[in-house]
Structure formats: structure tokens, C-alpha cells
């Protein structure tokens, strides 16, 4: 079984700062791509940043220039930091991960999101 467990989230007033963790864990053998998505009310869910399988970035558009994804292998975590934080930017977050299993299977795996707001 693989958990992704997200943190991070919460208010902020705009043009500030958050960070968000994702921690994987379970029976992991390897993690192939890792990223975040978004998702408003009504909308579909969108990508956020994402490392690929090859190692290189995505960003969204809207996004570029102020939030960077970075990750830790070694804690099989994946973080976002955001900058200049405005209030399109409102949504909940979650973190996914394309893992194989130690039993051979590969399979995306979602968070059970987290909740950031920008509002003065």
C-alpha cells in the first residue's frame, strides 16, 4: 500500500509565501514522475508542476516565474514553493505520484489534498 500525505497549505495574503510538502511512503520500489495539480470549485483539476520521468520540470503558465517543485529522493518527497502568492491562485492542491510497487505494478497515486487560500 503507498501513501502520499501533503502539508503545508493555509492562508495567506496576497503577494505572500507557502510551501507545500508531499511525503510518499508504503511499498514503494521506485517513483517514476511526481508533481502537483490544483482544483477550484466546478473546475477540472489542473497541473500545477510537475517532475517528469525523465527528471525535467512543467510548470502551468499561470505559475511560472513565482512557484518552483523541488524534491528530496531520498524521503521520496516532493515540495512546491510559491511566491507571490495571488488570489487566482486559491484551490486545493494535490500532490501525485506515478510509483511502481514492490510488487511490479505502477499506478498514480493522489493526496487527500490541501487547502490554500489568498485572500487579504
Known amino acids: 500500500q503507498v501513501q502520499l500525505v501533503e502539508s503545508g497549505g493555509g492562508l495567506v495574503q496576497p503577494g505572500g509565501s507557502l510551501r507545500l510538502s508531499c511525503a510518499a511512503s508504503?511499498?514503494?520500489?521506485?517513483?517514476?514522475?511526481m508533481g502537483w495539480y490544483r482544483q477550484t470549485p466546478g473546475m477540472q483539476r489542473e497541473l500545477v508542476a510537475t517532475?517528469?520521468?525523465?527528471?525535467?520540470?512543467n510548470y502551468a503558465d499561470s505559475v511560472k516565474g513565482r512557484f518552483t517543485i523541488s524534491r528530496d529522493n531520498a524521503k521520496n518527497t516532493v515540495y512546491l514553493q510559491m511566491n507571490n502568492l495571488k488570489p487566482e491562485d486559491t484551490a486545493v492542491y494535490y500532490c501525485?505520484?506515478?510509483?511502481?510497487?514492490?510488487?511490479?505494478?505502477?499506478?498514480?497515486?493522489w493526496g487527500q489534498g490541501t487547502q490554500v487560500t489568498v485572500s487579504s
Open positions: 501525485t505520484a506515478l510509483i511502481t510497487t514492490t510488487r511490479g505494478y505502477e499506478y498514480p497515486y
Open positions: 508504503g511499498s514503494i520500489f521506485s517513483i517514476n514522475a
Open positions: 517532475f517528469t520521468s525523465g527528471g525535467s520540470t
